[in-house]
T-cell receptor, first 115, second 109 residues
Framework: KAGVTQTPRYLIKTRGQQVTLSCSPI?????VSWYQQTPGQGLQFLFE???????NKGNFPGRFSGRQFSNSRSEMNVSTLELGDSALYLC??????????????FGPGTRLTVL | SQQGEEDPQALSIQEGENATMNCSYK?????LQWYRQNSGRGLVHLIL?????REKHSGRLRVTLDTSKKSSSLLITASRAADTASYFC?????????FGAGTTVTVRA
């Protein structure tokens, strides 16, 4: 079974631009979560989607948004990029987040650099 | 803010030795999970322990959970060079994982 895939793997943007990152979960997984990892703040939760509904959102400005499609694939968008948005963005999928005992499977991440 | 805090921040051991790292958290949880990350890559799930469990084993890994003290520990026995990585604890609540800052483990040959 293929793992979680994220595209692109690396991305370089300039301040003020916007970016869209894509995540394809493991087949059959309906929950997708996004995390930001930086050296200063560590791993921070962005948002979680289940069956196209956002069920939780982290403490990030409105410039960060996401969505999930009917096939469970998810995208996150960051508008008006700032230097501080440079980070590794990780996507994770889970089989069924209706129950609290589910491990999350992470993708390799998208390394975003904002110049 | 991060829910969990790992201790120590860094650990250097000889191959074959055991490595122990601790995690403390602040609020009630559904479960606690441990992950490994190699050199800024994706996270690999190691083990999940439910809030009503006290100890769990998986291969060379042993995890304990003390909900009264809001703490967990991860023990890696007979370490190998391939265990060199960063290890994170994560508490699971409200459909999100809250990660600690991680423990960087270096296993010397």
């Amino acid at each position: 079974k293929a793992g979680v895939t994220q595209t692109p793997r690396y991305l370089i943007k300039t301040r003020g631009q916007q970016v869209t990152l894509s995540c394809s979960p493991i087949s059959g997984h309906r929950s997708v979560s996004w995390y930001q990892q930086t050296p200063g703040q560590g791993l921070q939760f962005l948002f979680e989607y289940f069956s196209e509904t956002q069920r939780n959102k982290g403490n990030f400005p409105g410039r960060f948004s996401g969505r999930q499609f009917s096939n469970s694939r998810s995208e996150m968008n960051v508008s008006t990029l700032e230097l501080g948005d440079s980070a590794l963005y990780l996507c994770a999928s889970s089989l069924n987040r209706d129950r609290p005992y589910n491990e999350q499977f992470f993708g390799p991440g998208t390394r975003l650099t904002v110049l | 803010s991060q829910q969990g805090e790992e201790d120590p921040q860094a650990l250097s051991i000889q191959e074959g030795e055991n490595a122990t790292m601790n995690c403390s958290y602040k609020t009630s949880i559904n479960n606690l999970q441990w992950y490994r990350q190699n050199s800024g890559r994706g996270l690999v799930h190691l083990i999940l322990i439910r809030s009503n469990e006290r100890e769990k084993h998986s291969g060379r890994l042993r995890v304990t959970l003390d909900t009264s003290k809001k703490s967990s520990s991860l023990l890696i026995t007979a370490s190998r060079a391939a265990d060199t990585a960063s290890y994170f604890c994560a508490t699971d609540r409200d459909y999100k994982l809250s990660f600690g800052a991680g423990t960087t483990v270096t296993v010397r040959a």
